[in-house]
C-alpha cells in the first residue's frame, strides 16, 4: 500500500482485485510489499524471576519451601520443594504472570498476589490436584497486591495499588474483604507488617509519605504522620526480630509504637526463614532451569542446593541492533540479556546486568551501551570479551553507575554527534519532570545532567540528525508512579549538545501526550506521537513542520521507528505490521503483517527486521 503525503488517509483493509489490475480506492486499498518471510528465532531465556519464599508443608505435612516464580509472558507458578529431601514440583497459576506477595497462611496453605491483575491465589498443600486456584479480586479497583501480613485475629491483611487499599481474607470462612482505601490521594499501599502489640502498620507513598496503623480488633486506623509533617517519598515498614514493626520515612527509621513513631538509631534485622532443624533460607536464585538456594546450619555451615523447574520463557522488553550486526535484547523481571548472530545463528542467553528492566540500547559500532530501571543505570559491553558483569575496570559488562537527579526509566539512550552517550529518562516516583543525561566516554564518567529540559515532562525519544549535529527530542506528559501529570500536551524539541542549551520546543501534535519514537534522515526529523498515532515531519534546520499523517496500521511500538540508509527507508512497527516511509515523498508503505503479535523492536540490520514477540525473537528477511 502507497499513501501519497498529504492527502487524508483512513485504516484501511485487504482487497483482491486480480493480478492484472491493481486500483486505489477511497477507502485506500491495501496490497502487500516485498517478498519476505518471518521466522521464529527461538526463545532466549527460560528462566524466572523468584519474587520471594516461603516456609510451608506438604500434603504430608513435611516442611517444605516454596519459591514464587514469575514468568512476565506466561503464567506465575510456585515451586514446592521438600525441605530434606528436595524433592520438587511446579504448580501452575491460572492468572497471572507475576505475584509480589506470597505467605504461609495460618491454615497451612500458601497465598498468592498478582501484579498486574490483581488477584489472591491460594495453594492447599493437602489438596496439590487442584493445585493453584484463584479467589478472585479482592478489590474490584486494585491491579497489585505488593504484600501481605498475618493480623492477630488470624486473617491474611494485603496493601495495594493503585488506590493505596487495605483488603483481608478470612482462611476459615473463605470471605474475603476490601477495607478501603487508607489514603486519599496516595495509591501505593507498599509495605504491611504485624506487631507484637497486635496492630498492623502499612507504608504509604509515593508523593507523601505516610504510615497507618490498622487494629484487627476494632477496625480503627490511625494515621501515624500529621499533615504538614508528611516528607516526599514512601514510607516502608517491616518486622523486626523482637516482633515489633520498624518505618523508614524520607532516610529516617522509627519504631511503631501504638500510635506513635518513635525515632531509632537503627532498624533490627528482619527475621530470617527458619526450618524446624534451625537451618534457615539465606539465599536463592534462578538460572535457566533450576532454582539454586543455600540453607545455613545453627553453626553457620552453609548447604548449596538446587531445584528444577521448566520455563516457558519471559517477555522479551527491549531489542536493538548491535555490533557485528548482532541482535541484542533483554528481558524484564528478571532483567536477562541475550544476543543472536545472523552468521551462525546462534541465540545465547548472556546473563544479569543488574537493574529490574534494561529500557534503551546504544552502540558506537564497537561497544554497546545499555541503560537500565531503577534510576536509570548505565553499563558498557564490548562483545570482543567474555561476559563478567561487574563495576571494575576489568570487568565486561562494566557497570558505570546512575544517570542523576531527575532519571528513573531511562526511554532512550543514543550515541550523540559528540561521540558522548545522551540518555533521556522519565520522572521518578511520585514526582513530574525527566531529565537528560550525558556521559563521555573519554572521561569515563556522566558529565552533566539537565532536569526539566521539558518543564513536568520526562524524556520519551531521542535522535540526532548527522546534517546540523543537533540532538531531537520528544517528551512525555506521563508523571512518576503515583503522580499526577501536570502538563496538557507533548513537545518536541532541538538541543545543541555545543552550546548545552535548548534551541526549540512545539507542540507539534496538539494535544497528544507522548512522542513514542524519533529518527533522522535527509535532513528531516521523523516522529510519532500518541494517542493521535499520528507520524509528524519536521525540518531540522528551521524547525518547520512539513507535514502530518496518521499511521494507519494500528498503535507505533515505543522507541520502533528506524532509519535504515541501505534501502533509504525508514521502518516501524505499528501494532503486529511492518511499514516504511519514504523519506523524500513521505508515502507510507505496509512492508508485512505478521501473525505473532509484536510486543517490542525494532532492530533492523542486512538480514532483516528483528522485533520481539512476547517470549519469541522474530524475523522478517528481506
Given at each position: 500500500m502507497i499513501l501519497p503525503f498529504p492527502k487524508g488517509l483512513r485504516r484501511p483493509g485487504w482487497r483482491v482485485v486480480g493480478l492484472a489490475l491493481l486500483t486505489f480506492t477511497l477507502n485506500a486499498v491495501l496490497s502487500r510489499?516485498?517478498?519476505?518471510?518471518?521466522?521464529?528465532?527461538?526463545?532466549?531465556?527460560?528462566?524466572?524471576?523468584?519474587?520471594?519464599?516461603?516456609?510451608?508443608?506438604?500434603?504430608?505435612?513435611?516442611?517444605?519451601?516454596?519459591?514464587?516464580?514469575?514468568?512476565?509472558?506466561?503464567?506465575?507458578?510456585?515451586?514446592?520443594?521438600?525441605?530434606?529431601?528436595?524433592?520438587?514440583?511446579?504448580?501452575?497459576?491460572?492468572?497471572?504472570?507475576?505475584?509480589?506477595?506470597?505467605?504461609?497462611?495460618?491454615?497451612?496453605?500458601?497465598?498468592?498476589?498478582?501484579?498486574?491483575?490483581?488477584?489472591?491465589?491460594?495453594?492447599?498443600?493437602?489438596?496439590?490436584?487442584?493445585?493453584?486456584?484463584?479467589?478472585?479480586?479482592?478489590?474490584?479497583?486494585?491491579?497489585?497486591?505488593?504484600?501481605?501480613?498475618?493480623?492477630?485475629?488470624?486473617?491474611?491483611?494485603?496493601?495495594?495499588?493503585?488506590?493505596?487499599?487495605?483488603?483481608?481474607?478470612?482462611?476459615?470462612?473463605?470471605?474475603?474483604?476490601?477495607?478501603?482505601?487508607?489514603?486519599?490521594?496516595?495509591?501505593?499501599?507498599?509495605?504491611?507488617?504485624?506487631?507484637?502489640?497486635?496492630?498492623?502498620?502499612?507504608?504509604?507513598?509515593?508523593?507523601?509519605?505516610?504510615?497507618?496503623?490498622?487494629?484487627?480488633?476494632?477496625?480503627?486506623?490511625?494515621?501515624?504522620?500529621?499533615?504538614?509533617?508528611?516528607?516526599?517519598?514512601?514510607?516502608l515498614v517491616s518486622r523486626?526480630?523482637?516482633?515489633?514493626?520498624?518505618?523508614?520515612?524520607?532516610?529516617?527509621?522509627?519504631?511503631?509504637?501504638?500510635?506513635?513513631?518513635?525515632?531509632?538509631?537503627?532498624?533490627?534485622?528482619?527475621?530470617?526463614?527458619?526450618?524446624?532443624?534451625?537451618r534457615t533460607l539465606t539465599s536463592f536464585k534462578a538460572t535457566d532451569d533450576h532454582v539454586l538456594y543455600t540453607l545455613t546450619t545453627p553453626k553457620g555451615r552453609k548447604q548449596a542446593k538446587k531445584a528444577a523447574f521448566d520455563g516457558a520463557g519471559i517477555r522479551i522488553f527491549a531489542?536493538?541492533?548491535?555490533?557485528?550486526?548482532?541482535?541484542?535484547?533483554?528481558?524484564?523481571?528478571?532483567?536477562?540479556?541475550?544476543?543472536?548472530?545472523?552468521?551462525?545463528?546462534?541465540?545465547?542467553?548472556?546473563?544479569?546486568?543488574?537493574?529490574?528492566?534494561?529500557?534503551?540500547?546504544?552502540?558506537d559500532g564497537n561497544l554497546l551501551y545499555a541503560c537500565a530501571y531503577p534510576r536509570s543505570y548505565l553499563t558498557v559491553y564490548d562483545p570482543r570479551k567474555a561476559w563478567e558483569f561487574g563495576e571494575q575496570r576489568e570487568n565486561n559488562p562494566r557497570g558505570i553507575g546512575y544517570m542523576g537527579a531527575g532519571h528513573l526509566r531511562p526511554r532512550a539512550t543514543i550515541i550523540g554527534p559528540d561521540g558522548r552517550v545522551y540518555v533521556g529518562s522519565l520522572a521518578p516516583y511520585g514526582e513530574v519532570g525527566g531529565a537528560l543525561g550525558i556521559y563521555d566516554p573519554k572521561q569515563d564518567k556522566v558529565v552533566e545532567n539537565y532536569r526539566n529540559i521539558i518543564p513536568d515532562q520526562g524524556i520519551s525519544a531521542l535522535c540526532q540528525d548527522p546534517a546540523t549535529g543537533r540532538i531531537f527530542g520528544g517528551s512525555s506528559s506521563e508523571a512518576g508512579g503515583g503522580a499526577r501529570p501536570v502538563a496538557k500536551e507533548c513537545?518536541?524539541?532541538?538541543?545543541?549538545?555545543?552550546?548545552?542549551?535548548?534551541?526549540?520546543?512545539?507542540?507539534?501534535?496538539?494535544?497528544?501526550?507522548?512522542?513514542?519514537?524519533?529518527?533522522?534522515?535527509?535532513?528531516?526529523?521523523?516522529?510519532?506521537?500518541?494517542?493521535?498515532?499520528?507520524?509528524?515531519?519536521?525540518?531540522?534546520?528551521?524547525?518547520?513542520?512539513?507535514?502530518?499523517?496518521?499511521?494507519?496500521?494500528?498503535?507505533?511500538?515505543?522507541v520502533s521507528l528506524a532509519y535504515y540508509p541501505p534501502h533509504d527507508s525508514i521502518y516501524g512497527l505499528a501494532h503486529d505490521s511492518i511499514f516504511k516511509v519514504d523519506p523524500k515523498t513521505f508515502a507510507i508503505t505496509e512492508v508485512a503483517r505478521s501473525k505473532e503479535p509484536i510486543s517490542c523492536g525494532i532492530a533492523v540490520t542486512q538480514t532483516g527486521i528483528y522485533f520481539g514477540s512476547m517470549m519469541r525473537l522474530v524475523r522478517w528477511k528481506w
Open positions: 510489499v516485498g517478498a519476505g518471510e518471518f521466522e521464529v528465532l527461538g526463545i532466549p531465556v527460560k528462566t524466572v524471576s523468584i519474587m520471594g519464599a516461603a516456609i510451608g508443608v506438604d500434603e504430608n505435612d513435611q516442611e517444605t519451601l516454596y519459591f514464587n516464580c514469575a514468568q512476565p509472558g506466561n503464567r506465575l507458578f510456585l515451586l514446592q520443594v521438600n525441605a530434606k529431601s528436595g524433592k520438587a514440583s511446579q504448580f501452575s497459576a491460572p492468572i497471572g504472570e507475576g505475584a509480589r506477595s506470597v505467605i504461609a497462611g495460618p491454615d497451612k496453605s500458601v497465598y498468592l498476589g498478582t501484579w498486574e491483575s490483581g488477584y489472591l491465589l491460594k495453594f492447599d498443600p493437602h489438596q496439590p490436584e487442584k493445585g493453584l486456584v484463584s479467589l478472585g479480586k479482592p478489590s474490584a479497583t486494585e491491579s497489585y497486591i505488593w504484600e501481605f501480613a498475618v493480623g492477630a485475629d488470624d486473617r491474611i491483611y494485603g496493601c495495594t495499588y493503585p488506590q493505596a487499599r487495605l483488603i483481608r481474607y478470612d482462611c476459615k470462612t473463605g470471605q474475603s474483604d476490601d477495607l478501603g482505601r487508607l489514603d486519599q490521594s496516595e495509591m501505593y499501599a507498599r509495605s504491611i507488617a504485624a506487631s507484637t502489640n497486635g496492630s498492623l502498620y502499612i507504608g504509604i507513598g509515593t508523593v507523601r509519605a505516610q504510615v497507618v496503623r490498622f487494629d484487627p480488633a476494632t477496625g480503627s486506623r490511625t494515621r501515624l504522620l500529621k499533615e504538614d509533617q508528611r516528607p516526599h517519598g514512601t514510607a523486626a526480630v523482637d516482633g515489633r514493626v520498624y518505618a523508614r520515612i524520607n532516610g529516617n527509621e522509627f519504631r511503631c509504637d501504638g500510635d506513635l513513631l518513635t525515632p531509632v538509631s537503627g532498624t533490627p534485622k528482619t527475621p530470617p526463614m527458619t526450618l524446624n532443624d534451625g531489542l536493538a541492533a548491535g555490533p557485528n550486526e548482532h541482535i541484542y535484547g533483554s528481558t524484564a523481571l528478571p532483567l536477562e540479556v541475550f544476543d543472536y548472530s545472523p552468521q551462525d545463528k546462534m541465540l545465547r542467553h548472556l546473563g544479569n546486568s543488574t537493574g529490574a528492566e534494561i529500557y534503551s540500547f546504544a552502540t513537545l518536541t524539541f532541538a538541543w545543541n549538545p555545543k552550546t548545552r542549551m535548548k534551541e526549540w520546543e512545539s507542540a507539534v501534535v496538539a494535544g497528544d501526550h507522548q512522542v513514542v519514537a524519533l529518527t533522522a534522515a535527509h535532513g528531516k526529523i521523523f516522529g510519532v506521537s500518541h494517542p493521535s498515532r499520528t507520524l509528524f515531519i519536521l525540518d531540522a534546520k528551521t524547525w518547520a513542520v512539513l507535514g502530518k499523517i496518521a499511521v494507519p496500521f494500528g498503535a507505533v511500538h515505543e
